[in-house]
């Protein structure tokens, strides 16, 4: 079903990595030689660069080629979320420009960072071999730390970075460790030899403790509970654009790689990673309901908030068959748009002396500015999972997934506990409508009005017309099998 | 076979005896040479194996770079590393306690195994007898044509960490004096010297 191709047209096959690598390191020249003066310019190319790259995803076709021997690997799964993942970073560095400007962090190398993570995101969406999905996961997690802990006068932020960087040190030596006894037991790197190789040794001891160490790893980039300790602190101390990025793009990346290495490597022991895959969705689902309660920072409840919807994500996973994964595609889909949309808000709360980030300061935004405040309370309702909105249809085909397949444990635990969640996401709808209004922030730069007006604008009418969006979820789901 | 028998204990004698003189070592720059001695011992029992491209790769990164770098770190930062091993010591018999479990532990499960026979024939790429191909050639006839997109991958991963600790490290900071090698040489004796007549008697 998968058509290897020849060296040449390997290189065909990944023109979009290729395109977007030296395209980063064509605007990094520009940068090194204009200097500081070319911060704006540079962001702006890296956006046009994201554009270009997005539309040759969209453009070469993609019906299940591999290329360089195995490594690499498209189909409409990986066009489809890479597609996801460079909108998302495209929209990240747009809405950008103001906090960069105000917190005298413009420095041609931020939109440079996001590039080359972006090309680690699409590596990992195609690899097709454990050695590609490592390289890809590194270039992603290295550039990640550098962001993190990009305000270098501040140190939170640094911290930030340090904790990321030893954590993730961590998560990566437990994948390696995992990867190399799934190789040493199945003689291969490559996701249809390992298959292979478990169809014929069955479910031994060697390759189940392999799959539990590399699941750990890949629990870690997803930031599933219980490898989930790093995000709020991470969320908190870093650069609230980066905290945005976090919570976008390498998420939905991380996702699609968990997605394509267990479904096309371990089909055979499908019972053994779906205990895994129950149980680190359960306790993430239940971590970020219970634990987002209690904060009253903005971020750190968005932290909480996006382990709780990782594991809601994970739901689909656990089914383990093309409707599971046709629901977390949509899943994804509309979780980056939703956060997209808060955080275009949560980067407009700025006061004449600098950002603020406690919940308590939306108090009365209902009055202050009627249309944020309006479109903030439709994203957090959709994140709550209320209906009419977009994210109740993103819970409702992970559900349905999930009770297709007979998981009505998961199912049960998954809606109560987005009920719990729904607590959250009312109370901070409650501080902006009916509480004393605090004092007025600055108002909202452009960028940010484009991308929280798109995104509201999208979550709302989404139910109008979901069609395209899951016809082209099943499109891409298929591929897998 | 005796001869290589016999060095293999020697290797293997050394460097477990300067794995054990790192971590007990008192002085910082003993425990960074004893390193250098355990890693040329390991590259010692990975000759007598046959590999004797990990054996240079180990002298040329780890102790050429690695431990270098270390013996630079070692001796350039105030690291008070008597207040360090007095932690050690208090979390020595906690952490003794997890070891030992662990240990028995994958003993207990991983002692069984065998790996099975019918899984040499999925070997993607075997490694060819080292009788026929070298190990270096071995590796060169794949690292630039099979794996060259993993080649590439891992520059660009360089070229990140490169970046990154540019971006973390260096600070612009007004007023400091940098060394320009083009302006130094293009000076002429007319604009660095100033001749100037002082009378006598006078001063200047």
């Known amino acids: 079903m998968n058509e290897q191709v020849s060296p040449f047209a390997s290189y065909v096959i990944a023109l979009p990595e290729i395109t977007l690598v030296l395209g980063a390191m064509v605007l990094l020249m520009l940068g090194v030689f204009r200097g500081r003066d070319a911060s704006e310019i540079i962001s702006w190319l890296s956006i046009v660069l994201l554009i270009v790259v997005a539309g040759l995803v969209l453009f070469i076709p993609a019906t299940g080629k591999v290329a360089f021997d195995g490594a690499f690997m498209i189909d409409a799964f990986s066009r489809f979320m890479k597609f996801l993942t460079l909108v998302g970073s495209a929209a990240v560095i747009f809405m950008s420009f103001a906090y960069m400007r105000h917190a005298r962090l413009v420095k041609f190398e931020y939109p440079i960072l996001i590039l080359l993570a972006s090309v680690g995101m699409l590596m990992m969406i195609s690899a097709n071999d454990l050695i590609a999905l490592y390289l890809g996961i590194e270039l992603q997690s290295l550039a990640l730390y550098v962001l993190a802990a990009f305000r270098t006068d501040s140190l939170r932020s640094s911290e930030a970075g340090l ?105 055979d022991i499908t019972h053994q990673w779906q205990q895994i895959v129950v149980f680190i ?55 980056l748009v939703m956060n997209l949309g808060v955080f275009a808000c949560i980067l407009a709360m700025r006061r004449s002396d600098g950002m603020v980030e406690e919940i308590d300061e939306l108090a009365g935004l ?25 994210g ?62 798109l995104s509201g604008g999208l979550v709302i009418l989404f139910f109008t017309y979901p069609a395209p969006l899951v016809q082209a979820a099943n499109v891409a789901a298929k591929s897998l099998f | ?96 306690v997890i070891g030992i479990i662990l240990l028995i532990e994958l003993v207990l499960v991983l002692g069984s195994w065998v790996i099975t026979p019918q899984i ?44 990154g600790a540019i971006v973390l490290t260096l600070q612009h900071k007004p007023g400091i004096k940098r060394q320009s090698v083009a302006r130094q040489v293009s000076r002429t004796r007319d604009e660095s010297i100033e001749i100037k007549k002082v009378e006598s008697g006078k001063g200047l």
């Open chain 1, 163 to 267: 904790k990321y960087f030893v954590l993730g040190a961590l998560s990566s030596g437990m994948l390696l460790y995992g990867c190399s006894l799934i190789y040493g037991f199945t003689g291969t790197t490559g996701f249809s030899g390992i298959a292979d190789g478990i169809n014929t040794v069955g479910p031994n001891l060697g390759i189940i403790l392999g799959l539990v160490f590399f699941m750990a790893g890949l629990a870690f980039k997803v930031s599933a509970v219980p490898f989930h300790m790093w995000t709020p602190d991470v969320y908190e101390g870093a650069p609230t654009p980066v905290t945005a990025f976090f919570a976008t793009a390498p998420k939905v990346a991380a996702m699609a790689m968990f997605l394509r290495v267990i479904l096309s490597a371990f089909p």
């Open chain 1, 281 to 335: 969705s359960i306790a993430s689902m239940v971590l970020g309901a219970f634990a987002a309660i209690g904060q009253r920072d903005i971020k750190r409840l968005m932290a909480y908030s996006s382990i709780g919807h990782m594991g809601f994500a994970l739901v689909g996973l656990a089914a383990g068959d093309a409707t599971g994964a046709q629901s977390v595609i949509i899943y994804l889909t509309i979780y």
């Open chain 1, 366 to 390: 209902s009055r202050n500015s009627p249309m944020m405040a309006f479109l903030l309370a439709m994203l957090f309702f959709s994140l709550a999972g209320i209906p009419p909105l977009a």
């Open chain 1, 392 to 453: 109740f249809f993103a819970k409702f085909y992970v559900f349905l997934a999930a009770i297709n397949a007979g998981l009505y444990t998961l199912a049960v635990i998954g809606v109560l506990s987005s009920v719990v969640g729904a607590y959250y996401y009312l109370r901070i709808i409650k501080i902006m409508y009916l509480d004393e209004p605090a004092e007025k922030f600055e108002p909202m730069p452009g960028t940010l009005k484009i991308v929280l007006g």
């Open chain 2, 1 to 96: 076979m005796l001869i290589a028998d016999l060095f293999f204990y020697l290797f293997a004698a050394i460097c477990v005896a300067a794995a054990f003189m790192v971590i007990s070592a008192r002085n910082p720059v003993h425990s960074v040479l004893f390193l250098i001695l355990a890693f040329v011992s390991s590259a010692g029992l990975f000759i007598l194996l046959g590999a004797e491209f990990l054996a240079f790769i180990l002298i040329v990164v780890y102790v050429g770079a690695v431990a270098v770098l270390f013996l630079f770190v070692v001796m350039m930062l105030d690291v008070d590393f008597a207040e360090l091993r007095s932690g050690f010591l208090t979390y020595l018999p906690i952490g003794a």
């Open chain 2, 120 to 163: 040499a024939s999925h070997i993607t790429t075997p490694i060819p007898p080292s009788n026929e191909v070298s190990n270096i050639e071995a590796l060169g006839l794949v690292l630039y044509t099979k794996y060259v997109y993993f080649f590439q991958a891992a520059g660009v991963v360089l070229l990140i960490s490169m970046i």
